[in-house]
């Protein structure tokens, strides 16, 4: 063979070198942007062991998230990994009254609790803020439908009696009833827990897709180099917390590293 013919092929070998690694990074952006929000169940476990091993992290003082570990349900492939996010026993202290002075809905200056850990004074703290003490249990769960998680909730009093969802309203931050009230897409539906079947409260998927969408755009980092997704249920949570009361700190949003 002769030395022009040789150097013909590689030539054309590095030309379609060239033009295979061109095509991938179009593809790889064209994915970005053609992201629709949304998540598979594979991809929902990711990222919510992520969003449980940065809360612990982050959220010491707080009870953990935990893993539940489900029997698949007929409509999932059988090879996925099922289950969902279990976060109990949250006390949230109905302030209103503006949450007497209180800016924050973080929860972590006397607007939240555990159950573990009572009040050295509960009469005290009664008599100060005009509060009952509302316990709460917060469960994750992907919906295949949507292809989103959603938050499924329920609440009762410390006598173990079940809230319905105009107390549960009543007894939230102010911040939280204003995101209810003015968002178009955030909206408490009662339905069955789809494991457990009983009624649980659940803010509705719909429009979640598009907002995670936007959310993550607005991340020049995301945007510049692909969606993570093993951080979006700790995004997710950054908007969808704050509704029920519940927020992140802002080192675990800050923080980029997917554990």
């Known amino acids: ?3 022009q013919e040789i150097s013909e092929i590689y030539i054309i070998m590095f030309c379609y070198y060239i033009l295979i690694s061109t095509t991938a990074v179009c593809s790889a952006i064209m994915d970005i942007l053609a992201w629709d929000g949304t998540l598979s169940l594979s991809e929902f476990s990711l990222a919510a062991h992520t969003l449980a091993d940065k809360w612990k992290r982050f959220n010491p003082s707080f009870p953990s998230w935990s893993w539940v570990a489900c029997r698949k349900q007929p409509w999932f492939g ?3 990994a099922e289950g969902y996010l279990s976060l109990e026993n949250i006390c949230l202290l109905s302030l209103r009254k503006e949450d ?6 973080q929860g972590e200056e006397g607007t939240s609790c555990f ?3 009572e009040p050295t004074d509960s009469a005290t703290l009664v008599q100060n803020y005009d509060c009952d003490k509302h316990y709460y ?4 769960i992907y919906n295949a439908s949507y292809r989103v998680p959603v938050l499924y909730f329920r609440a009762y009093c410390s006598g173990g009696q079940p809230l319905v969802l105009d107390e549960i309203e009543k007894g939230l931050p102010s911040c939280s009833a204003k995101a209810l009230s003015e968002s178009k897409w955030t909206f408490i539906t009662h339905e069955e827990h789809p494991y457990l079947n009983r009624p649980w409260y659940k803010l509705h998927p719909c429009g979640t897709g598009e ?3 936007l959310l993550f755009l607005g991340d020049t980092t995301q945007k ?3 969606v993570a997704i093993e951080l979006y249920l700790v995004a997710w949570f950054s908007v969808v917390g704050q509704v029920v009361g519940l927020s992140i700190p802002s080192e675990m949003l800050n923080d980029s590293n997917p554990l």
């Open 78 to 80: 059988s090879r996925e």
């Open 211 to 213: 907002w995670m969408k």
């Open 100 to 105: 007497r002075g209180e800016e924050t809905c």
């Open 1 to 3: 063979m002769k030395f």
């Open 224 to 226: 510049k180099n692909g």
């Open 137 to 140: 249990d917060f469960h994750v």
């Open 115 to 117: 159950k573990e850990e």
